[in-house]
Nanobody, 125 residues
């Protein structure tokens, strides 16, 4: 139900834009996670369609460089990644939840119901 796209290779300082299309279904929370070789999966950002409180959410490592946005008409969530560094190299996954997650729970992958297939992002020095 989720299709991630937009990955690729870029030099440090460059930008990439990832997209996650959630088929014909609208999810309340869509998040992005990443996993680098030999490392655990890491939360990147999440966007909530409804509910109060902080929205969107970002990890400390990407806040100020990455921007998550939603196009509800197209059931798409985008992740604009700027000022990329080699440490951003990973497979990026989008995930969707039907529930209403707050920031502390949106950072946990087990709270998501559906996952996309992942897209590779490689940043060279």
């Amino acid at each position: 139900q989720l299709q991630a796209s937009g990955g690729g290779s870029v030099q440090a300082g460059g930008s990439l834009r990832l997209s996650c299309t959630t088929s014909t279904r609208t999810f309340n929370v869509v998040g992005w996670f990443r996993q680098a070789p030999g490392k655990e999966r890491e939360f990147v950002a999440a966007s909530r369609r409804s509910g109060g409180g902080q929205n969107p959410f970002y990890s400390r490592t990407v806040k100020g460089r990455f921007t998550i946005s939603r196009d509800n008409a197209k059931n798409t969530v985008n992740l604009q990644m700027n000022s990329l560094t080699p440490e951003d190299t990973a497979i990026y996954y989008c995930a969707a939840s039907t529930g209403s997650l707050i920031m502390s729970t949106a950072m946990i992958g087990d709270n998501y119901d559906f996952w996309g297939q992942g897209t590779q992002v490689t940043v060279s020095a």
